[in-house]
């Protein structure tokens, strides 16, 4: 953020009896002129002083938290206003301002904190934090709720920050990139378990559930009414997770069943995470297998706009161009015209189905250079092939598709690593619903800052 941060180690500071503007070692200073003892102006941090200023003098005027405010004031919030109860003429508390949690929540993106008691605590420290709160408290409880339950909210946020470029003509939707990016889940390997382990936990934990009310009614005052709440809200959690387990778990297995089915190998048997029911363990750029979820982004590639984003749990990205465009057609009414993807997406049923929606695609062929170095023609059609199909295999062989596909790492991967160093290496919360209101909100943020570059860009070109 705006600070600097020394350990121990690093920075060895003065003794509390030296803070004073007196200390020991400036008393035992020899004096270089032989007239006197040299005359130094010296620290006085314990003189207590009154600074006249208000937040908005004390914050810079160029400061990113004016650009995010600015940005998110213009934006449309009433889906938020219309659910508050409080309103002129009748009785309640005032409600927090969604303007003030949306833009603390984008700042917190843009500065890679994904943390609402981490955000709560920079809203008391942070002069950036306090100049967005305006002297409005806040509590990690009320941040942490506004990013978590409102994902459809937040997503209404997104489609409206493109239909509003797409209207200014700096979103044209006619070529767009789309990469997937894995991203670790809030649950522990251990967390993993059979099936049959999972119908015993989730039995135990149903009969905890049991008790804690037979207790509530036996003995109602040995706990306190709040005690008491937080212990069955726990336990119900618990339980809902082992059901939400088993069943995903059922999924998985039928799941492996059909591919085991294909391929003749005997099935493994499935796993589910008691923390996160709906993670998968599933294989990283590092190579390691650990829990995570497959974020993918859409990407406009003149604008560098984000216009898709999906959250799932499949290990590979085989099937997710189709409903990305779908997607797409559903936020905009328009399908775009082109799609640059890598090979992990070029299947030929996703092939058939993207020209079908009446998208070109453009992805590298497989095993190209083992086919050219082989003396066979990798472009030529193929026994079984679609029109689609082998329009695609053609498509890839001229120099024109080369150029267009370069595109494709110059935007979707810039936009993943963009989002990789705000932070998107582990999913803050628990849930596909809710991972995929934390990519939306990634997506909200780079939209606004690329909007404000585009801007820019567009008066330099007009002046």
Not at 165 to 181: F, I, S
Request: with cysteine; glycine share 8%.
């Amino acid at each position: 953020m705006d600070s600097l941060l020394f350990s121990r180690d690093e920075f060895s500071g003065p003794s509390p009896g030296e803070v004073a503007g007196q200390t020991a070692s400036e008393d035992a200073l020899e004096p270089l002129n032989p007239v006197g003892k040299p005359r130094l102006r010296v620290p006085h941090r314990k003189q207590v002083e009154m600074r006249w200023a208000s937040l908005d003098e004390m914050l810079e005027p160029g400061h990113p938290a004016r650009a995010v405010w600015a940005a998110v004031a213009a934006l449309d919030l009433n889906r938020w206003l219309g659910e508050i109860k409080a309103v002129e003429g009748q009785c309640g508390r005032d409600a927090t301002d969604p303007r003030l949690l949306a833009a603390l929540w984008i700042y917190a993106t843009l500065n890679a904190i994904a943390s609402a008691r981490e955000l709560d605590r920079l809203c008391e420290k942070h002069l950036a934090c306090q100049w967005l709160c305006g002297g409005v408290t806040v509590n990690y409880h009320l941040l942490a709720d506004f990013r978590s339950q409102g994902g459809e909210k937040w997503d209404g946020l997104l489609t409206q920050i493109v239909a509003g470029l797409t209207a200014e003509g700096l979103v044209t939707m006619q070529r767009v990139a789309q990469d997937g990016m894995r991203v670790r889940a809030s649950a522990g390997s251990a967390s993993f378990r059979r099936r049959k382990r999972l119908e015993q936990f989730y039995e135990e934990a149903r009969q905890q559930v049991e008790t804690l009310k037979r207790l509530a009614e036996e003995d109602p005052e040995e706990l306190s009414q709040r005690q008491r709440a937080a212990q069955q809200r726990a336990a119900e959690e618990r339980e809902k997770r082992l059901k939400a387990a088993i069943r995903n778990c059922e999924q998985l297995q039928e799941q492996r069943e059909k591919t085991a089915k294909k391929s003749g190998r005997r099935p493994s048997e499935a796993r589910a995470s008691t923390t996160d029911p709906e993670a998968r363990v599933m294989k990283f750029p590092d190579g390691g297998s650990r829990p995570g979820y497959n974020v993918q982004f859409s990407t406009d590639t003149p604008s560098g706009i984000i216009v898709g984003v999906e959250v799932t749990n499949a290990g590979t990205d085989a099937e997710q161009l189709p409903p990305m465009l779908e997607q797409i057609e559903e936020r905009y009414e328009v399908t775009p015209k082109e799609a640059l993807v890598d090979g992990g997406f070029a299947s030929l049923e996703a092939i058939e189905q993207a020209t079908e929606q009446g998208c070109t695609v453009y992805a590298p062929l497989k095993d190209e250079q083992k086919q050219l170095a082989q003396g066979r023609d990798p472009y030529a059609r193929k026994a079984g092939d679609t029109a689609a199909v082998a329009a695609w295999r053609a498509r890839m062989g001229t120099a024109v598709a080369k150029t267009i596909y370069k595109w494709r790492a110059q935007t979707a991967e810039w936009v993943n690593a963009l989002c990789r160093n705000r932070g998107c290496r582990q999913m803050p919360v628990r849930g596909s619903t809710k991972c995929r209101t934390v990519a939306v909100l990634y997506a909200i943020t780079h939209n606004l800052i690329q909007a404000l570059r585009l801007r820019a860009k567009a008066e330099a070109g007009t002046s």
